[in-house]
């Protein structure tokens, strides 16, 4: 035993001493990448030292190395920069891919025969959990019902989160044992549901009320979040993803992060911005964390919410609803505790992101920044996610303040039309503005709100490029003048989101210093049509110069 | 800025190559430790490799290695391992560190005058924190009052834990704060002190009750908690303890280990026991973490408490207290919560390290264990922290079931006179009962419980083999007849708690394999009477093969 050990000690040892000159090159790459102006410059070859950085790029006629260690052949294959999704909520994703998902189906009666089978196929599942439903797409005019549940299952308690994250379902079962009867009063900041007419409780809740239902759900086993995190990760560097900006990290998120990074299953980056104050302290301590794992993990700032979403009208206007004149959305926080939890926040250096829909919550947070920008100083990036609904005279201070605006392409044209219905033309004039807020001087960075939409960043920078959804629908575009072209679009998707992340010092670029984190993928995205480039195959995904994923052949 | 960043790659890259065969002769030493049977073996020089482990041991008149890297001359002076205290609770060493410190106090007087200089020295602060006093030292035949703290602070709230920790003293300012007044009822677990023959509180709380007022004290800011954990590791390393089992960790706690971890921060190892189930399943998830930072931080388990302290009367007794017919203590769980929680850990493999002091606790979770044992199969290493007073009859009982004895040899001298009025003879006989324990096949794992104590492992030792304090009281020892020799009590304080902690692969010997875990002391203690044992300086102390701490010139 004694000897074994001393053996296995000097073998590591040995390994350590070789490894440390271990470069590979990898050669006949059609490469491309963003420089430091945010221009397409192309490449053939690129050198990747042994702690997973990038040593050397070579642009074509340059002498290649001879004596390296490792030789990897692109084949004449296309070469571009990992992408890096600015909003995603990755814990999310993964339990999207373990449970019920909603979100292909266009009917209720469609969504009624999966959640059969689901049922069906896990007879042991206590509660069924799904996610992904969207009344719009079903063309049903309303929410659906409890009753429309209860036909499918009646015995064992059903909750199902809307598309948006922001209304979540439930049958008669998960009503009981939530207690939620007519006589259960709306919490501030949601809405119950009730059938029309009546007080009766329609199954629906919006925001804050869905917490009636939701603290009775069986929480997840840690062993559940650390599957989760793996499914995640498989759905992430599928679809050329390398890196994420985790939006809402909780204590129990972050730990399972970090038992993937201790145990070395962690490939993703992640950057992660705690669910309010309480997980900043837990998880960030004193300031934001360092980076982790070779640069995989860092905790950079807080997630925090100021209004809800524009399809269950929680987003925050400063008019009425167009299609619910009796409703401007709901802000979920006074101007008051807004500026004193980005205060407390920003007294220790962690970076802000809020979420802002409506223009009203727009707004306010650009105001509040205004009003503490002038105690924090230094390089702050505050974030602002999603900014869907800016008012025109707005857009111009995102610039003006330095704010982030970390938006996500694939919701203009899943909510379009929603969008319309909701808003009158003139409002509609800073939806989705992305060109005139970067005209403007703002930052853009772009992301895709998985599991809200799909991780699917070659979608988002088909949209990005044509305002256009799969169906190449509306023709020419939706209010196309604030399309982006793609050189700015992949900014968005690599630089940009780097940027926002603070991380542009690392991640980002195929360039000498920076972490190796690139894609082999089956076409030339700069050449590529709309839905060219939303059909881009992701072949290999490297990620600090270790591939964590290939496609089957 | 690029050139520089491909420079320092290359950098970083060059010193891994070199490191990887830097080996450090330790030569010109008296070196002993414990070989695998527990007896003491001499050397005279050591190998130890660039990873922090131990290559070779050489004995007197075997021939060193010529090519060695380094080579640190030992001067003849006395090597022996780092000792491994196994129940201190570290956030507590370091807040302690931080905080007024009143147990050197003799009496109720020179406390207050203590008092008053500590609230002049920190007018900032907005409560004054402070433990450490202990009424039967003062000869107070009393517990002390709020008034008696009032005439020394009234316009800041004062809230001073007793000494071991289960009762504490507050002013009238934090009795104002917290709301406690004539009217509250003491909770289940605890007890309000009151004034004789009235309802009103007297200041002091016990167990459960400390709650009330606890609750109201502004929690320490997580800079604050990484202040204490560098003031712990100063304590430590100085007392030559290169290991602790933290008993009682909590996720802040937790987090500030891991920032200590990641920043190359932490010197000592830490084997964590979480502070209950929550936090059981925060910091380890599904199981106990790995060994992180090269072995110095772990999770192994979970602490659980059963029953209170002797001096504050919470000890759970089978028979009343001696000196108060009318009490035996509290459990501090029903019998079917205490396995449902000890089955709950044991499930995800999580140690069980179980609080009980007076013999009905002991008795009780001995049951439990008993209970549990055959479901969960394999290596458990049940602990029973404290063990003070068991029934005579059970004692055998730790060896048949494998139970490891985490005791604490200084509790038996500051406790020996109380525990003379607290418990009748009979009962005596089962207590502090190191050797019968031993005897019979227990596992012995030797703590401190400091704060409770001082993290005075040679103290602790000296107790071990002689049963008297400081001051060589009693004559002959306290119930010699459970003292044990020094091979006995150094394998307690290095192998015995290396085991206790699942980490006797590792840690606690000086052979090859273990970390180089390592103290230069200025005698030899295998020659040492009791009292020069007790005086061992600690010259130096070394972790991993690094120098951590050297006496002052």
């Given at each position: 035993?004694?000897?074994?050990?001393?053996?296995?000690?000097?073998?590591?040892?040995?390994?350590?001493?070789?490894?440390?000159?271990?470069?590979?090159?990898?050669?006949?790459?059609?490469?491309?990448?963003?420089?430091?102006?945010?221009?397409?410059?192309?490449?053939?070859?690129?050198?990747?030292?042994?702690?997973?950085?990038?040593?050397?790029?070579?642009?074509?006629?340059?002498?290649?190395?001879?004596?390296?260690?490792?030789?990897?052949?692109?084949?004449?294959?296309?070469?571009?920069?990992?992408?890096?999704?600015?909003?995603?909520?990755?814990?999310?994703?993964?339990?999207?891919?373990?449970?019920?998902?909603?979100?292909?189906?266009?009917?209720?009666?469609?969504?009624?025969?999966?959640?059969?089978?689901?049922?069906?196929?896990?007879?042991?599942?206590?509660?069924?959990?799904?996610?992904?439903?969207?009344?719009?797409?079903?063309?049903?005019?309303?929410?659906?019902?409890?009753?429309?549940?209860?036909?499918?299952?009646?015995?064992?308690?059903?909750?199902?989160?809307?598309?948006?994250?922001?209304?979540?379902?439930?049958?008669?079962?998960?009503?009981?044992?939530?207690?939620?009867?007519?006589?259960?009063?709306?919490?501030?900041?949601?809405?119950?549901?009730?059938?029309?007419?009546?007080?009766?409780?329609?199954?629906?809740?919006?925001?804050?009320?869905?917490?009636?239902?939701?603290?009775?759900?069986?929480?997840?086993?840690?062993?559940?979040?650390?599957?989760?995190?793996?499914?995640?990760?498989?759905?992430?560097?599928?679809?050329?993803?390398?890196?994420?900006?985790?939006?809402?990290?909780?204590?129990?998120?972050?730990?399972?992060?970090?038992?993937?990074?201790?145990?070395?299953?962690?490939?993703?980056?992640?950057?992660?911005?705690?669910?309010?104050?309480?997980?900043?302290?837990?998880?960030?301590?004193?300031?934001?964390?360092?980076?982790?794992?070779?640069?995989?993990?860092?905790?950079?700032?807080?997630?925090?919410?100021?209004?809800?979403?524009?399809?269950?009208?929680?987003?925050?206007?400063?008019?009425?609803y167009a299609d619910a004149p009796d409703q401007t959305g709901l802000p979920l926080a006074t101007p008051a505790q807004l500026r004193n939890t980005m205060s407390r926040a920003s007294l220790n250096n962690f970076q802000l992101a809020i979420h802002a829909i409506g223009d009203a919550a727009n707004a306010e947070v650009l105001n509040a920044i205004d009003d503490l920008d002038e105690t924090y100083e230094g390089d702050r990036r505050w974030r602002i996610e999603h900014a869907q609904i800016v008012a025109p005279q707005d857009l111009a201070r995102f610039g003006q303040l330095g704010v982030i605006a970390s938006m996500q392409p694939l919701h203009q044209t899943s909510d379009m039309f929603m969008a319309e219905a909701r808003l009158d033309p003139a409002r509609l004039e800073g939806a989705y503005a992305w060109d005139t807020i970067r005209e403007n001087g703002g930052h853009l960075a772009f992301g895709s709100d998985a599991p809200v939409e799909p991780a699917d960043a070659f979608a988002g920078l088909a949209v990005a490029v044509s305002r256009q959804n799969a169906e190449g629908e509306p023709y020419g575009g939706w209010r196309s003048e604030e399309a982006i072209n793609f050189e700015q679009a992949l900014a968005a998707f690599t630089t940009g989101a780097a940027y926002a992340a603070f991380a542009e010092d690392r991640l980002g670029r195929i360039a000498p210093g920076m972490r190796a984190d690139f894609l082999f993928v089956d076409r030339d995205p700069t050449m590529a049509s709309p839905s060219q480039l939303r059909e881009t195959r992701v072949l290999e995904t490297w990620i600090g110069g270790r591939r964590v994923y290939r496609e089957a052949e």
């Open positions: 035993m004694k000897m074994i050990r001393v053996a296995l000690a000097a073998l590591a040892l040995g390994m350590t001493g070789t490894a440390a000159h271990a470069d590979t090159l990898f050669d006949d790459v059609q490469g491309i990448t963003l420089d430091e102006e945010g221009k397409i410059q192309r490449f053939v070859a690129l050198l990747v030292g042994d702690d997973g950085r990038i040593k050397q790029v070579f642009q074509r006629g340059e002498e290649l190395p001879r004596d390296v260690d490792f030789r990897e052949d692109g084949r004449g294959r296309v070469m571009m920069p990992g992408l890096f999704d600015a909003h995603v909520h990755v814990m999310g994703i993964g339990f999207g891919a373990l449970t019920l998902d909603l979100s292909q189906t266009k009917s209720l009666e469609e969504a009624q025969a999966l959640i059969a089978a689901y049922v069906e196929e896990f007879p042991d599942r206590p509660w069924i959990l799904g996610r992904g439903w969207n009344q719009e797409i079903w063309g049903l005019g309303r929410f659906p019902t409890a009753a429309e549940l209860d036909a499918v299952v009646g015995d064992r308690p059903v909750w199902l989160e809307r598309v948006d994250g922001h209304a979540a379902w439930a049958n008669s079962k998960a009503l009981e044992l939530a207690g939620v009867t007519a006589s259960t009063q709306s919490p501030s900041g949601g809405r119950i549901e009730r059938l029309p007419g009546t007080r009766t409780p329609s199954g629906v809740f919006v925001d804050a009320a869905m917490d009636l239902v939701q603290k009775v759900v069986l929480p997840p086993r840690p062993v559940d979040r650390d599957l989760a995190l793996q499914a995640a990760q498989k759905i992430l560097v599928r679809n050329g993803i390398v890196a994420v900006a985790d939006m809402g990290t909780t204590i129990e998120d972050w730990q399972s992060f970090r038992r993937a990074g201790d145990s070395g299953a962690l490939d993703i980056r992640i950057v992660s911005y705690a669910a309010g104050i309480d997980n900043m302290s837990l998880i960030g301590g004193p300031g934001p964390t360092r980076w982790l794992y070779g640069d995989r993990l860092h905790m950079a700032g807080v997630k925090l919410y100021l209004d809800g979403a524009l399809g269950s009208r929680g987003a925050w206007l400063k008019e009425p």
